[in-house]
């Protein structure tokens, strides 16, 4: 039994009842990984607030782009996190 692949599926499940549940309780924020630079992804999450996307879109780097999480340096991540709220901060809800 593949860990790795039971782990990435039950994150899925997570990210789809989130999605169910933001959708119930109104606003809602949407960020996929082509947002943020990665073309060849096609990676979207969902959810009610800008802070569980930046949790949902970290986790699934990790896991999905390992390689290029880890070559990340402090700077970089937060200037991803400063992308991520300029992009939600620039458009309204």
């Not at 949790?55 to 390689?67: V, W």
């Not at 290029?68 to 937060?78: I, N």
Request: charged fraction near 30%; hydrophobic fraction near 40%; proline fraction near 1%.
């Amino acid at each position: 039994m593949n860990i790795g692949l039971n782990v990435y599926k039950g994150q899925v499940w997570i990210i789809f009842m989130v999605k169910k549940l933001a959708k119930i309780m109104g606003e809602t924020y949407t960020l996929s990984c082509k947002d943020i630079g990665s073309e060849d992804c096609g990676f979207s999450v969902t959810t009610h607030s800008i802070d569980e996307v930046k949790k949902a879109i970290f986790a699934h780097a990790r896991y999905a782009h390992p390689d290029k999480v880890q070559d990340m340096t402090e700077e970089q991540k937060e200037s991803m996190l400063e992308m991520i709220d300029k992009k939600f901060s620039s458009k309204k809800i």
